[in-house]
């Protein structure tokens, strides 16, 4: 399999070596950060100029947002602690919920603006019937570069084959642990080696990389990070290690969060050749090689870290909310406009007021935590 490794040194990606740790030198860091937000804020601006209809989709900041989250459900065949409270949550009435035809006409008002990405979330996107038919007409539309999908992998495997023929470019599959009785305690259901399966038939099917998504908190999984790196030694897979992020009812706290620090202490020690990649601007993940294997590391540091200069992502709720920050409270309804009659004009309007209301970045850590906001499985993943 081809193998892309990084030769850039530790002083080109920002790092000085430690006994234990690659330090971060925060004043190159910053300094670059800020040259490429601004160099990329700029070509974002200067590609509006070849697209009437996409200053919709830049803010205030210059920021041109070109990746738009779908949720299709609310509904998800688990219950995993850190997505729901575990007395459950309340699910919007189905009528309620955006229909096919609803969906399909909002993605093509964004893409047309300029979104090239669209990602399905949930819930869990794989239970809603229809969702071979929206892969089907959103892959159609004229100017989307890419459909991916993220999903807990538990009916993955029987419907990938279908879904790849209806036009999913890529794979998102949230896994948090590679012990079958921790998994059943952490997603309070059973289904950890159906799981494994889809990760596995996604690969057989050609996706590179299939990406795992992998929830680090402390006391529950953060003993197994280098044994997840190794799931990358012979396979194409993105292991992405996520910080622990508070929302309504998954009972957050600082003590559960392992910081991308922490982490990476861990990985550097046990994979001495790890080396930092050049990401892209937007880039949410910060993003590693081994040397030898296969398929790559990353660490999304929303928390200690946060990469807001380059967002480019919106978010459509399952209930027709729009919403343009995944920490913030802000949400609007694109749902009733359409079904009091709306015409396309009034909702690129609706979205390019929410759009230019977006901040320059979400509040801090210990700030968020206090901030009213929904649960991760209203939002979507």
Known sequence: MRRCLSKLTPRQMGFTTSNSFLQVESRTITSTTSDRSLSSNAAQVDQTKHNPLSDM????????????????????????????PSEGVELTPTPQLLSQSEIVRLAGLFVSSGVNKIRLTGGEPTVRKDIEEICMQLSSLKGLKNLAITTNGITL??????????????INISLDTLVPAKFEFLTRRKGHERVMQSIDSA???????????????????????????????????????????????????????????????KVVKRFPSIKRVQDHPTET?????????CGSVSFITSMTEHFCSG???????????????????????????????????????????????????????????????????????
């Open 57 to 84: 989709l830049v803010d205030s900041f210059g920021r041109f947002h070109t990746y738009l989250r779908i949720s299709l459900t609310e509904r998800c065949n688990l219950r995993c602690q850190y997505c729901m």
């Open 157 to 170: 495997a029987r419907k990938l084959p279908k879904l790849k023929e209806c036009g999913l470019d890529s």
């Open 203 to 265: 690969i057989a099917l050609g996706y590179n990389p299939v990406k795992v998504n992998c929830v680090v908190m402390r006391g529950l999984n953060d003993d197994e990070v280098c044994d997840f790196v190794e799931l990358t030694r012979d396979k194409p897979i993105n292991v992405r290690f996520i910080e622990f992020m508070p929302f309504d009812g998954n009972v957050w706290n600082v003590k559960k969060l392992v910081s991308y620090a922490e982490m990476m202490d």
């Open 285 to 293: 993940a910060k993003n590693f090689t081994i040397d030898g294997h």
């Open 311 to 381: 967002c480019n992502r919106l978010r459509l709720l399952a209930d027709g909310n729009f919403k343009v920050c995944l920490f913030g409270p802000s949400e609007v309804s694109l749902r009733d406009p359409i079904r009091s009659g709306a015409d396309d004009e009034t909702l690129r309007e609706i979205i390019g007021a929410a759009v230019k209301r977006k901040k320059a970045a979400h509040a801090g850590m210990l700030d968020i935590a206090k901030t009213a906001n929904r649960p991760m499985i209203h939002i979507g993943g």
